[in-house]
Structures are given as C-alpha cells and as structure tokens.
C-alpha cells in the first residue's frame, strides 16, 4: 500500500489550495485517513480526519477553513484549504491511521 501526496505549493495568505492523497494498492478504508501538517521546527499534527462512522473531526485552526473528502472510487482523500495563512506553512502528510502507512508529504508554503 502506498499513499502519494499532492497539491502542495506556495500561495498567498488568503489564497486557496487542494491536497489530493491517493492510495494504491488493496487496501481503502476511508473511514480511517487523516492529514496531519509538521511547521519547521514543530512537532506534527492532525489537521483532519474521518473517524470510523465516517464524520470528520478538525483542528481548532482550521475549522471553517479546511474540509476533508474523499472519492471511495478513484480512493483519493482530499484536503481543501481556504482562506491560508503563514501559520499554515508546512508539510502536510496523508494517512491511514488504521494500519499505520503515512504517504510522502506535500510542502505548503503560504507567504504574507
């Protein structure tokens, strides 16, 4: 199983991004994948996530401005962030917190 990471860059505060995590391989469960972001010299944290009855859960610093979703049959995860602030910038890493499997991570820079 692997989990590819996608859709970072440099924005704008304000501005707008979408982070795609694709999984191969046999195994989906869709209820158990989350982002979570690490800023330079931070330890990581979980951004969002589907928890196992399939509702989402947020960090209190995204909530209203970041939406997890998914599309079970292409088994992507997406993460759609809006309204981005430097606070923001870091590594954003997909994952399925059932098995264990992080993907590459995806840098999101966001200038002032």
């Known amino acids: 199983v692997q989990l590819q990471a996608s859709g970072g860059g440099l924005v704008q505060a304000g501005g707008s991004l979408r982070l795609s995590c694709a999984v191969s391989?046999?195994?989906?469960?869709?209820?158990?994948m989350a982002w979570h972001r690490q800023a330079p010299g931070k330890q990581r944290e979980l951004v969002a996530r589907f928890t196992s009855d399939g509702s989402t859960n947020y960090d209190n610093s995204v909530k209203g401005r970041f939406t997890i979703s998914r599309d079970n049959a292409k088994k992507t995860v997406y993460l759609q962030m809006n309204n981005l602030k430097p606070e923001d910038t870091a590594v954003y890493f997909c994952?399925?917190?059932?098995?264990?499997?992080w993907g590459q991570g995806t840098l999101v820079t966001v200038s002032s």
């Open positions: 994952q399925n917190y059932y098995y264990g499997y």
């Open positions: 391989g046999n195994i989906f469960t869709p209820n158990f």
